[in-house]
């Protein structure tokens, strides 16, 4: 146990709920002492569930609370880059959802702020303090499968989001891939120099009519020669697929999906095992505590954060290059983008 | 949500710290509002660690506090019926910690004496909380196995207690099978009419020493036809084997060991996957919060406690079956005992 | 590849049929030159199927042939003695079907005839020619696992066998246990001194009715002081179920059951995969080839027999215990046989 | 059992040897009753092993032999076509290895052969008759999981080649992928119209001297919209890696690693199971035997060979596409080559 950290709240949706309770009940450094949203209503109800002492709607009120040193950024993602610079300039310690921006100037603009402010920032690409996830990357950085050579990531969500979130998500690379691409960098430690993307509409049509695809195997070519596969779909009927594999020089470490139980029927029909936990909250449960604790320790500690804003950065390049690779049928370089 | 549930902790020993914090930060309709323990230091550790407001020596403080609907008692074995019984006739709902004793005449003196309060009484038999074997309770009595045959339930420690504690906890049978007698009581949903045990001092020769074994094999016979066989060992260096497995008319369905993660490594020597979890702390996290989380639900709602007083006697009955047997080579009727 | 040997098969019924197939296409350096069988058109067909010149109704024509070196003995069992005391005299090497027979005094004076005739007897205990079983076997002897404490054996047939067959069989502990007493002895490399038994009529009440039980569990205790446990079922509906675990003071190796291909299915249902190969030819094929080599092998180099007399006569010792215990309720010692 | 079938041998190499011995003694209707290697050494010492009365030099014998009714052309890659040819217009049935050829010209011009003489051709695609990959594409086949969508194929060699055969092999596209090529065709029944490929040199620098890569990831784009991407390696120091899995509307089919036993190891360390098979000998074993018994029921049965010229045409064109892909950094479609 460290010092205690006063952190508010900014955004009280499903993640920040999700975000709050953990704040309020699984870290005990943290004390979360404010919640806004631009939804008064949503901020009470936050309020009242985890027993916040103060509820606003103006996220701004809580910047010029002095108590709080470090706040969560859970708003809608068009809201980010305004408040990071905001939460800078009033010297808070930041932690904000991913991603960051779509539009790319604005991000740089506010990564310009926190780095003028010497504030932190952390991104929230929660997997990598998944417990599998980790131990492939600490596997491959202590080099107990050799040299990397091909790395495999399939990543498949159980049902797709509704349409109307698709309509604005930014097309299913900077939704969805985007998770995937930060393992990617997370895993081989090394920056991509080219993505390859193919796709379709197989999963409901009106996702293409949306303008969007729902299927979708990416190539990656890394710096240090890495190859890489990702691929993607809207719809795993079986629950939640999100399974990492890396091939290297003496070996491979690849990673299961995790289940609810580990009973095994057998009768007439097989052999039954459990399906994959269903989705995002009850698969990557853990991981959302430790990504704050995390973000709390490097607050109490002053030390770098584990997820910076380039790598918050980064996988939005990454999820451009994947878009026009698919829309132009060809490899692109990251730095065409 | 339910109404909230005022409780007092009593004992601040291992597992009542672990109990506490569940209460504090893990159920949030109970309340934690005091804790005693007979080395106060003990207790006022526990209060400053999870915010409660009362730390006291005496038990009895906390019998008197109207405010306290439930209590939970975590003391050592020896005082638990003397607690118990005072806490029914203080009206309180009582949580206890399994065994309940050893001396049969003092537990049924102090079922007795819930019986007469009319308090509720649930034992600690974590197990029965934990998901594996709830799915594997829940399929038998649902018959998606048909008509159970066979059970069979492995358990074995990663490593033995200390020595003081083998010579004074009741031997193998009553310390360590009693959880398994549980389970199979739990699984089979039929009462056990004879047992027949072998075992030998295979781990270590101080336990010998002690009075006790530390391997064993034991039969069990059910009043429904089940046949069980259990084996337990002191010390199983790969960690915490916690297998059960009924086969039936219709299939089988069995419970392999959960794990810290689900990754695998292939190397030239082998393809390895990740130990158990280490012991009862890690394997069983969870199960002790459902347990807690039920009984806060059986008070709140006043139904009848999921772990009965007769749940925790006759696992010390079948326990004294085993020794005799153990001791006799022969097998023994639990109406012997 | 060494010098041929010529071989006579005697008995052409399901497993002389299965045997003549091998030694006829499976082992090069055997030839199978003659058959008979007391029914003379089940030779014939044995014959013509196998391209095998010589087809008899009496074994003693083959045992009058000089060119023939081995026997192969298939016929029922209650003629194996007289056939091995009429093989040996007449100097044949002697591969028999287990069980030798049933009536101990007649098995010993066999294993008379073959002692004084100084030709090998090898017993058709095929399990131990099993992959599985055999590298357990080889951890356990290299010390891989440490000192053996725990023995599992899980043997369950997919179906038991018809009702007339049950009446002559000698009961599970003769036809069906025997093969996990042998295995038992085999993986532990000790002798047994005590069997306990508990069992039921749980599958068919025609089983019952016949004099025998369908369902047991049996305890075992070693000279070595190893314990172990094995369980029979007639009918495990989801295949053959042939499980080996054993426990030792530095780990545990464990058979899982062959299955016949390793793809594995996850639908809106769960994960399923294979069932276990459904019984003994389909399972145990790879080991029947392999227990007729090591046969030929021995008769070749003149090398001990890899499974003795004394391996056919100890099971059908411990199965005359196990039923006694069964009857009685109590353990039984083998030297009280 | 049908009619006997006379089959001769062409080419008594490493593939040859393996084949005859399976003509010798797992196909029961076979009779291979001649061999022919350009080293007649070779033709002698296969006749020798597995009793073929005929051992010639020139293949033409064979062709001349009126009672020989089937060839399996098992002799170095550029003498395919000149013996397909020469076997058609002789009015032979033809098995042949794979690949057919590398020439496009001279490979159609000897499947017109075929064609234009009504003979049967079929290619040695032996994978389609491992039971793991027909359980797979029967599973897509018959809608098990629905609509196919994705496909992937980890296809990995235990070790490279000798580089002189790195030299002359035609590359990894044409010489391992051409396997997982044929297989992804197999498994989901529609044509490729597109490949993108990329690879390095990681595995051994010599392999990149010798004008070729031994790491790849390869993206295919069927006609049906079904994406698929296939990951070789020359090298997996854990052996042989063989694993398919497709991704569809209803769920998921994977085939997992055949092993050579099922035994499972629990250390201090970790919990060790079996390395995969080797190598194709040992993991494909089965499918060779298949394939034969395969060809030879078709010429029994006078119905089409199970894997056509057609099936050995294409994907040789495929590896042509990939390796323009490859040289070129684009995605290439078939119908450029």
């Known amino acids: 146990m460290g010092r205690a950290i006063q952190v508010g709240m900014i955004g009280a949706g499903r993640i920040g709920t999700l975000h709050a309770e953990h704040l309020a009940h699984r870290i005990p450094d943290a004390r979360l002492i404010a919640v806004a949203d631009i939804v008064q209503e949503a901020a ?7 027993d916040i002492p103060v509820a606003v709607q103006d996220y701004r009120a809580i910047l010029e609370d002095e108590k709080i040193e470090a706040v969560a950024i859970c708003s809608s993602t068009d809201t980010h880059t305004q408040i990071i610079e905001d939460a800078a300039r009033a010297g808070k310690q930041i932690f904000c959802e991913k991603p960051i921006a779509f ?8 990564l310009d702020a926190v780095r003028q402010a010497g504030v932190k920032l952390q991104i929230g690409f929660n997997r990598r303090f998944d417990a599998n996830f980790r131990r492939i990357r600490d596997a491959v950085a ?28 930014g097309g299913i690379f900077l939704d969805m891939t985007i998770h995937d691409f930060d393992m990617a960098r997370y895993i081989i430690g090394s920056e991509v120099e080219e993505v390859y993307a193919v796709g379709g509409v197989m999963v409901d049509p009106t996702i293409g009519e949306a303008g969007d695809i729902d299927t979708t195997i990416i190539t990656l070519r890394f710096e240090n020669g890495v190859l890489a596969t990702i691929d993607n779909s809207r719809q795993a009927v079986y629950g939640y697929d999100q399974r990492v594999e890396v091939f290297g020089s ?24 459990a399906l994959p936990l269903y989705f995002f909250v009850e698969r990557y449960a853990d991981s959302y505590i430790a990504e704050l604790q995390a973000f709390v320790r490097c607050v109490q500690e002053d030390t770098p954060p584990p997820v910076t804003g380039l790598d918050g950065r980064v996988p939005v390049v990454m999820g451009y290059a994947a878009r026009t690779s698919y829309e132009q049928g060809r490899p692109v370089r990251l730095d065409e983008v």
């Open 142 to 169: 202590d080099g107990r499968i050799g040299t990397p050579h091909i790395l495999r990531i399939t990543s498949r969500d159980p049902a797709p989001p509704p349409i109307e979130y698709v309509r604005v998500s």
């Open 250 to 273: 003496k070996g491979m470490i690849a990673a299961q999906n995790n289940t609810a139980d580990r009973t095994v029927v057998s009768d007439t029909e097989g052999v039954h095992s």
């Open 103 to 110: 539009d790319l100037a604005r991000l740089d603009r506010a």
């Open 44 to 50: 009470e109800r936050c309020a009242a569930r985890f």
